[in-house]
Every structure is written in C-alpha cells, then in structure tokens.
C-alpha cells in the first residue's frame, strides 16, 4: 500500500516535509491494516491510507507547480545569458576581421582598442561560466521533474488501492457495532421536524426536543481545542461564513472545496445527532462534541454511523460524492489547476445555543488539508 516519494524530490522546503510525511503515513497505514484485529482497529487503519494519500497527492501537485516555475525562470535567464554571450563573441569575432587601420580609429589609439579587446577577452569566460552554471542548474530542475512525475505515476498507480480502501472502509464500518450509544432520537418526531422545517437552521434548532433514552452526560468539553480543530476534510475554503454566494444569498458556515471521494471524519470526540438525507442539503451530519454545541456538515455522498453513537476524533462520518476516473488522471499532479480537482462542496457550520458562530474561529482554516 505505501508509496515512497525519493527525499530529493521536492527539495528541502514544506512540501518535501509533507510528502515524506504522507510516505511515512502510508507505509504506517499498511502495517496497520495488517496487524488490524478487530473493526475498530481495520476502521482508523484505511482511515489513516485514505487521509495519506490525499496529503500526498497535495504535496505532489505543490512540488511540481514549483519546478515548472524554476524551470521557466532558469530557461528564461539562460536565454538572456546566451544571447549576451553570442552578442559579444560577434564583436570578437567582428574585430579580429577588421583591418588593421579601422582598428587604429578607437579614440585612444591602438592602447584603447587593445585595452577593449582584453576586456572582452576576460569578460567572455566569465559570461560562460554563468551561463554554464545556469545550464547546471536547469537540468537539475528538468531531473527533478522527471522523478516528480514518475512519483506522480506511483499515486496514480496507488489510486486503484485508495478506491479500494473506500470500498472496505465502507464494509468495515457496516461491520462495526462497538460504538457506545448516548441516546436515542424518536424517529416520528424527527421526521416531524423534518418536514415541519424548510431550512438547516430550524432542523439544528429543533434537535435538542426530539431527544429520547438520555444514558449518559455530554462528552468531555472543548476547553482548549477551539481555534485548533482540524476541518473534517481535506479542501480550500471556497466560500467564508456569511459570504454571498453567486446568487446572493449567505449561509453562517463555510464552504469547503474538496476532491472526489474525499473522506470526512469527525474534527473531535462527539455524539452524533442526525445522520441522513435532510432537506435539500444531500447527507447531513450533525455531531454534538459538547452540551449546547452542534457541528452541522452538509454535502456528503455517503454517511456513517447512526443517531446516538458516540465516536472519538478522527472517526469516519462519510465520503464526498463525485466520479472518479478509472484511469487516474484525475488525481494527477499534473491536472492541478485545472478547476476539477476540487470539484466537491463541504458545508460546515457551528452552533453554540442555538446561535451561528464563525467555523473559523473554531476551525484550523490557514492550510489547505
């Protein structure tokens, strides 16, 4: 399962620390998936080789944009330096062909025109071995490229594993019965309130009155974890809280654009308090990590787990919609750029009393994940 990037690849910089990262993480995920004994432990293994891929197909992407424009900027400026070289070797070349008595017309003389002719011959060298440095470093940029994309031929090739990892994931969680169960929700009141609301706000209002079976207090609190809680998936914010949209019209949560079949886990430990389809929202799944706090998150393909399972953080809540390619090129570092990569929307939105709050005072929104 694990696929290793060479630590050359990406130079000594952030990038080249979050691919060996993302190396590191497979490899690891593929010694847990083998040890994996029990549901529990199978689930957080192809939870880890998802998440790990997805971190180094980002990495993979970053470095390449970051070669191509070394590579430009050093073709750029060997072409300037040839260019000066050939310029001066013709005057060289010029005045070694000139005859003797247009030679003797520089205006200090023949010690003037000798003078020049030294400057030039010292110059020449120096401009060469410039040039020949830049001409070093651009095939280094070039070899580097080319073990970039043979790296980027490994995560295509490891794509067919990730699917594969989705579709046990999916069997693994069926399979898992060993959540504990904070409560159960009545389901003729919900569906109730369902139909008796028209917008995600009145469904996550009205949640706290369709509690059934209370076992057990809130989960721990958040003292300490708010401002520093990871998002649920990887992906670029598209759109802030209380941003207009195209059509004008402002949501209290944030828009999160992620990659096909991206996975969607739990920021923290937490109760869930709805799972399913909700309105016009797709799959929804509103997880409670503290009394009177509510995670609403819209949007997802498939959902897991079922109203009252308590999960820790890091559980899988779902995977976001969207095909994926069965040759691949549709995680190639190549097509970054392009606008499809990302062609999935994550809605996040935070309640505490039953009032909107901004995600990204409690959200780590500074990366992309």
């Not at 990406?10 to 994996?36: N, W």
């Not at 990495?59 to 070394?70: S, T, V, W, Y």
């Not at 919900?190 to 079976?213: H, K, M, Q, R, V």
């Not at 923290?268 to 009177?292: C, K, M, W």
């Amino acid at each position: 399962m694990a696929l290793l990037w060479p630590g050359c690849l990406l130079g000594q910089s952030p990038t080249a620390e979050l691919a060996r990262e993302a190396a590191q993480a497979l490899e690891e995920a593929s010694a847990m998936l083998d040890e994996a004994e029990s549901a529990r432990d199978r689930v957080r293994a192809l939870t880890t080789t998802i998440q790990a891929f997805e971190s180094g197909l980002g990495a993979m992407r970053a470095g390449l944009r970051g070669a191509a424009i070394n590579e430009a900027q050093l073709t750029a400026k060997l072409q300037s330096r040839d260019e000066e070289v050939a310029e001066l070797l013709g005057v060289l070349q010029s005045m070694g062909g000139v005859p003797s008595p247009v030679i003797l017309l520089h205006p200090d003389g023949p010690t003037g025109t000798a003078r020049a002719g030294m400057l030039l011959a010292e110059l020449t060298p120096a401009l060469n071995k410039r040039a020949d440095a830049l001409r070093t470093d651009l095939e280094n940029v070039q070899t580097l490229r080319a073990l970039q994309a043979d790296a980027a031929k490994r995560l295509q090739v490891g794509l067919t594993q990730v699917q594969e990892a989705r579709a046990a994931l999916n069997q693994a969680m069926a399979n898992r019965t060993d959540l504990p169960m904070r409560f159960t929700a009545d389901p003729v009141r919900t569906g109730i309130l369902i139909a008796s609301t028209e917008t995600l706000d009145g469904f996550a209002s009205g949640l706290s009155e369709i509690i059934t079976d209370e076992v057990e207090p809130a989960p721990a609190t958040l003292d300490g974890q708010i401002g520093a809680l990871p998002l649920p998936a990887q992906g670029l914010v598209l759109r802030r809280a209380n941003e207009a949209d195209a059509v004008g019209v402002r949501r209290p949560g944030l828009i999160l654009a992620t990659r096909p079949g991206a996975i969607v886990t739990s920021p923290t430990a937490a109760t869930i308090r709805y799972a399913g389809v909700l309105l016009d929202f797709g799959n929804v799944v509103i997880l409670e990590p503290q009394a009177d706090t509510l995670f609403v998150i819209a949007g997802l393909d498939v959902v897991y787990g079922e109203t009252g399972q308590v999960i820790a953080g890091g559980t899988p809540i779902g995977l976001m919609g969207g095909a994926l390619p069965q040759d691949g090129t549709e995680w190639s570092p190549l097509r970054e750029g392009s606008g499809n990569e990302r062609s999935e929307t994550l809605y996040i939105e935070v309640r505490e009393n039953n009032t909107p709050q901004d995600p990204e005072l409690w959200f780590r929104t500074d990366e992309d994940g």
